[in-house]
């Protein structure tokens, strides 16, 4: 590290006392920012500013050959605001201890990491293997604007067998140069679970430890990184809309990307070219927010535990679609392999058809009427009518998005209270 890193960063930030290795939890309150390079502040200062004076001209010089990839690494001292900044880099920092990642980045939004990763690895003529659904936004990247590049691809369902994605990597291997495995676990809204490791096994099988190997990226958005840590099971990349749980309080737009200190280095460089850098305002709200997340996503995780145990058996209830209710066996062993929670994000599939499901939404007075999820409040919506609208109808059958299904993402409210907002709202259907 040069002296201006050294200058806004702790001398040596506290990872363990003794051999005792310090939670994620605790890492939130102070890693990566010492006070007594601001002046004495408990809080991260917003750095507002475009650009960083440098020390000399040498160290100028260093830090470009950083920026543009002369030298690996990145930039070893702060220069630009489009290639890195204070606020961003403590988040970046912290984010990266939950899944335990070498590095980690922060950008503009979940589809701005998300379409840097895509550009950082995908050439003209390149194959993307992905799992299905994806979110809607990522299958138009891939398939309609990656598409006009040349870019092609081929999907296996969600809850694909380790048969069934080998059979669609050896296809996509007939078809080109396999740039990337994008998976999303679960899979919006279907709630279905990827077998992370079955991929895993499928990449390294087919492909070895060979030039050719491609990356494994996961958007882990739904259960990360409480419940889900995907590193851990052999991706190789983790996407994040930081926007849901991570931001949490639905005030916020961010993404991320974490991983290994090469993948990041080329992701970095992509981001340095394009800008999709997060702001420094944004940066510090999700320093807000990092600090309660594990209070945040234990709370909604076990609110939704309990209204859904308390939904599944109402009259007017045809289904839940929840993770802590797996629809068969091969999805009971993906959850015991990779998660260490449900969630808080389910689909309620009431009897009857759209005119129940808008009754439904129209009663409730505690949860919004508002897309998203992951944030403090209860949020309810109809997939089929708001962000599913445009899916045609036979994609959205084959999906289970039917004009019953209701969106609901717990918050960290009172769960009785909810549940007796659930009560009222059912009984004006
Ligand atoms: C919201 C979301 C995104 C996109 O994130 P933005 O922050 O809205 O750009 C990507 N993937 C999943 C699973 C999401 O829920």
Not at 84 to 103: F, H, K, M, T, Y
Not at 410 to 421: H, M, N
Request: net charge negative.
């Amino acid at each position: 590290m040069t002296d201006e890193t050294q200058r806004r960063r702790p001398k040596a930030s506290v990872r363990a006392i003794g051999n005792r290795r310090l939670q994620p939890n605790t890492l939130m309150m102070g890693h990566g920012f010492d006070p007594a390079l601001s002046e004495g502040s408990l809080k991260p200062p917003i750095f507002l500013t475009s650009t960083f004076v440098f020390e000399n001209a040498a160290a100028g010089k260093r830090h470009f050959e950083g920026v543009t990839g002369k030298r690996p690494g990145g930039a070893e001292g702060l220069v630009y605001s489009r290639f890195n900044g204070p606020n961003q880099e403590i988040a970046e920092d912290r984010l990266g201890v939950w899944e335990d990642a070498e590095d980690a980045l922060t950008f503009s939004s979940g589809m701005s990491a998300i379409a840097t990763v895509l550009l950082a690895f995908v050439q003209p003529g390149d194959v993307i293997v992905h799992s299905a659904p994806l979110y809607a936004a990522t299958e138009t990247l891939i398939g309609r604007i990656l598409g006009k590049f040349g870019v092609k691809w081929l999907d296996f369902p969600a809850g694909a067998t380790p048969e069934e994605i080998d059979a669609v990597v050896e296809k996509a291997q007939a078809l080109g140069r396999v740039a990337l495995i994008y998976l999303e676990s679960p899979a919006n809204p279907t709630n279905v679970l990827v077998d992370v490791e079955a991929v895993a096994n499928v990449r390294d099988t087919r492909f070895g430890t060979g030039e050719d190997r491609p990356p494994i990226v996961i958007d882990n958005t739904f259960l990360g990184p409480l419940w889900h840590k995907p590193l851990a099971h052999g991706a190789d990349i983790v996407v994040y809309s930081l926007t849901k749980y991570a931001g949490g309080h639905s005030d916020l737009v961010a993404g991320g990307a974490l991983g290994s200190k090469a993948h990041i280095n080329t992701i970095r460089s992509m981001r340095n070219t394009i800008g999709t850098i997060l702001d420094p305002n944004s940066a510090w709200m999700l320093l807000r927010s990092l600090e309660t997340l594990e209070l945040r996503m234990s709370r909604a995780g076990e609110n939704a535990a309990k209204i859904c145990a308390w939904l599944k058996d109402q009259p007017k209830v045809e289904k839940i679609v929840y993770l802590g209710f797996p629809e068969n066996e091969r999805q009971a062993d993906i959850y015991r392999r990779h998660c260490t929670g449900a969630g808080s994000t389910f689909s309620l599939y009431l009897k009857g058809g759209e005119r129940e499901a808008f009754a439904f939404l129209d009663a409730l007075k505690i949860a919004k009427l508002a897309v998203s999820l992951g944030g403090t409040e209860t949020l309810a919506s109809c997939p089929a009518a708001m962000t599913h609208l445009s899916v045609p109808d036979d994609r959205k059958a084959a999906l289970g998005i039917t004009p019953n299904m209701v969106r609901i993402s717990i918050g960290v409210e009172d769960a009785d209270d909810l549940i007796a907002d659930f009560e009222q709202a059912l009984a004006e259907i």
